[in-house]
């Protein structure tokens, strides 16, 4: 593969992967100058602020060059950026950081579990189709896994937080949850065995085991590529998972990264629990 075809492909791969994090190229403008302000380093330190410069600008290199300046003046007159002298670093915001820690995933190194499955069913009429799409998708972003049409199932007690769906969308009593309690078991599948299948872990693990011999290194691309595996990743309670889950290797792969990030989004921000 010659040099030009290979960094086409390149190219194509991180704005995919750019594409699996965020939905918009403001946020990745914001991602971008969060994670130079993260990595970077008083002015007079040179040759750190010089990496740091180095490892977005191969970012960009990867993406699109038009794309992040048009989404750095897109975040300026929304006020996420500030451009304090000429020359100098971009600055992110209180309101860009609130941004930027809303849409990012996050890890969670706790994961509270009261030793329960749950079950989620609905009958939804055809009328309300849209709601039904729209429950699938929150059910996703919550981290209930399809068991089958219409029938879903997560570690973690959905009600309260299906509560304002269903009040916002007017669907009171066709959706119920039910608790599997402590076994959580179907039939003679075991609930490890059926955690595997419904949520796919084998294929996640897949993604972390590439990530982790191709793209761990702790740059831009890396870090972006590991939030996309992130963001799919239903963050399962740690004894639900299977033996050779790598998720957690990964994690501590970019740990410390990560912590400068959020570091630097918890500055004059209140982070959401």
């Keep these: 593969m010659g040099r030009k075809q290979g960094m086409r492909k390149l190219s194509r791969a991180a704005l995919q992967v750019a594409e699996g994090v965020f939905a918009y190229s403001v946020d990745l403008g914001l991602w971008i100058t969060m994670y130079m302000a993260s990595m970077g380093v008083p002015q007079s330190q040179y040759g750190q602020l010089w990496r740091a410069r180095r490892s977005a600008d191969k970012f960009l ?17 929304r006020g996420w950026i500030k451009i304090i002298r000429r020359g100098a670093l971009p ?59 219409s029938v879903w199932i997560t ?15 007017g669907l ?21 065995a059926m955690i595997v299948r419904v949520y796919k872990l084998e294929e996640l ?17 890396s870090i972006v590529s590991y939030l996309a595996i992130l963001k799919d990743d239903p963050q399962l309670p740690f004894s639900l998972l299977p033996p050779w889950w790598k ?17 630097e989004l918890s500055t004059g921000v209140k982070l959401t629990t």
């Design 155 to 169: 570690p973690y007690n959905p009600i309260d937080t299906l509560r304002g769906f269903v009040e916002q969308h």
């Design 91 to 149: 600055e992110i915001t209180i309101e860009g950081k609130r941004r930027l820690e809303a849409i990012l995933p996050h890890y969670d190194e706790n994961r509270v579990w009261d030793g329960r499955m749950y079950l989620v069913t609905y009958d939804i009429p055809e009328k309300k189709s849209s709601d039904r799409y729209l429950l699938r998708e929150y059910l996703r972003v919550i981290g209930c896994g399809l068991l089958q049409e």
């Design 247 to 263: 998720g957690d290797s990964a994690y501590k792969r970019v740990k410390s990264t990560l912590k400068k990030v959020v570091n």
């Design 61 to 77: 290199d990867q993406v699109n060059y038009e794309v992040f300046k048009n989404a750095i003046q897109t975040a300026r007159k």
């Design 172 to 192: 009171k009593g066709n959706i119920i949850v039910s608790d599997m309690g402590k076994d959580g078991s179907i039939g003679e599948e075991d609930v490890r």
């Design 205 to 221: 693990n897949d993604r972390y085991v590439t990530w982790m011999h191709d793209q761990g290194d702790g740059d831009q691309f």
